[in-house]
């Protein structure tokens, strides 16, 4: 603490060239903001519907090469000119899984420049489907005037540090059909028994990131395995603003003396040491494993239920949110709601009892904006606004496990599917020319 008092006082004693470099910081983020708006502003989008035939055979591993073709999208870095100069920003997929009264669809959103890329993904796994480009179907909720209807949703996020899986789509797996489970059978049944004036939405963007998040999970496994001691670190702010004050201080006397900066502590050799781990450990220790050798994407699970204000119940949310809770492992990870996008009106306001029926009004406002534009967190915000974005990495194997056309044993009778195969015509089919 006394570190960083005296830090902050010498860096206030030089207020006359801390403020340029504030000013200089604000403009500079406030530039990289307009820049990236008009970037995406620009950017043109379409909409995929997947019609997968009735006679599904193929797992949820057939999605998981899906996806993993998608990371084909990934930039491998932006060059300082994209940043700075053209506002360039990674780009991202919608996966979707949409359920009106008249059954449950399955949409890819992309950008027009990748519809290659996600039709080729696609056919090479379900050669069978359907790929048709639709018109945006968020549309279908304004038969009413909004002040009649309601709306419940929030974004999901991983509870736990990154690399901890959840229970993927390999957890229910089984040879024997009969114990065979599908983990969105829940989801696609609640969405089948929609009634007219109801819409339940699932929207999981996905933006491919590099390999930067698994360092993370590779110290995790060196501590769990006792291949490094943990050490106590001192307070980053109180390093940050020591720095700071150190430069400041010896600044004016650098061209005369050589600056002097703070007491630079030894750096101690770490320590191995070997101990039996209990099985919770072994399997911890497997599953982070597994996760940090696939290829990630940056991840937001959104989640909208809309119906008539006077018939809202909360019965299909509770379907639902309970098959999500369900692909949680209390040993490594699980689905929670971001708070700062809940829509409930203790959430919205928490201290502030007299603004709650309008800011849960603003946050209900905001979700449904948000899920319409299929939003993702911007590289730079001027504050911390409500309803922020908050990413989460999940790997292909997450991914697939949350977004897959249900399986021939799924007996859901309203899901969008092609009666029956598609053949190519025979090759010795009589044509004009041979007659």
Known sequence: MSELASGLGNAFSFWWLVIPVVI?????????????????????????????PKENLRSAKAMEQVVGSLHGAYSFGLRFKQRWLEGVVEDWFSLEIVGFADGVHFFIRTLQKHRKLAEAAILSQYPDAEILEVEDYVGRIKDKPFHQKDIWGMDLKLNNPDYYPIRTYEYFEDKEEEKRIDPLATVVEVMSSLNKNEALWLQLLIRPVGDEWRKAGEERIKEMSG???????????????????????????????????GEVKPVVAEKQVFRMRDPKEEDALKAISNKISKRAFDCILRFVYVDDREDFTDSNINAVMGALRYLGDQNLNSLGPNRKTLTTKYAAAKYLLFLRKKRLARRKKKLLINYIRREMPRPILMAPLEGFLKTSVMCTEEIATLFHPPAEFVKSMKTQVIPSRKAQAPMDLPTKERI
């Open 24 to 52: 200089i910081t604000i403009a500079r983020d406030w530039w990289r903001i307009h820049i990236v708006d008009e970037y995406i502003s620009k950017l043109k989008w379409v909409l995929l519907e997947i019609n997968i």
């Open 227 to 261: 291949q490094k001691t943990v050490s106590k670190k001192t307070s980053s702010v109180g390093t940050v603003f020591k720095e700071v004050g150190d430069v400041a201080a010896s600044l004016p006397t650098a061209i005369f003396t050589p600056p002097v900066f």
